[in-house]
């Protein structure tokens, strides 16, 4: 029997100067495999001191919640906000501190915010779904489902 969703989860970058709480149980949880996501997860990596973002399959793993549901508790000074071009409408938000990724912020109106899944800690929500995959490499398995 699947376990019952979560009241609140908390996610954290590396150093733990940066918390969010995220309150609800999440939308969904997937790895996208698009383009800008790839290159997104690329830059960040490309950071001193950053972790690791993509998935073994190339993918960038995300928890979806509400957006009125995902609150900074800690270290909102030392959040940057990224974009991989001027006109995008995506920023990805990091940790200055140690260079973790910690969410997709939207400049339209989603009312959702993807947050990094690798920045969780305690029990995570298993992968629901593969998106954007006919962008995956030629020859590779996405990671299975879990």
């Not at 959040?79 to 910690?102: G, H, Q, W």
């Amino acid at each position: 029997m699947p376990a019952a969703p979560r009241a609140s989860m908390t996610a954290s970058c590396a150093c733990e100067s940066v918390t969010f709480e995220a309150s609800g149980p999440p939308i969904f949880c997937a790895v996208c495999h698009c383009q800008d996501c790839e290159e997104g997860s690329r830059q960040i990596e490309a950071l001193p001191h950053a972790r690791p973002v993509r998935e073994a399959g190339g993918g960038t793993a995300y928890i979806a919640f509400r957006k009125d549901r995902f609150i900074c508790t800690a270290g909102d000074p030392l959040l940057k906000a990224y974009k991989i071009s001027d006109k995008s409408a995506t920023s990805r938000v990091v940790a200055t501190c140690c260079n973790s990724p910690m969410f997709l912020g939207f400049d339209d109106a989603r009312h959702w915010v993807s947050a990094y899944r690798a920045s969780f800690r305690e029990a995570i929500p298993p992968l629901q779904m593969h998106i954007c995959t006919k962008f995956r490499p030629a020859n590779t398995e996405p990671p299975p489902l879990t």
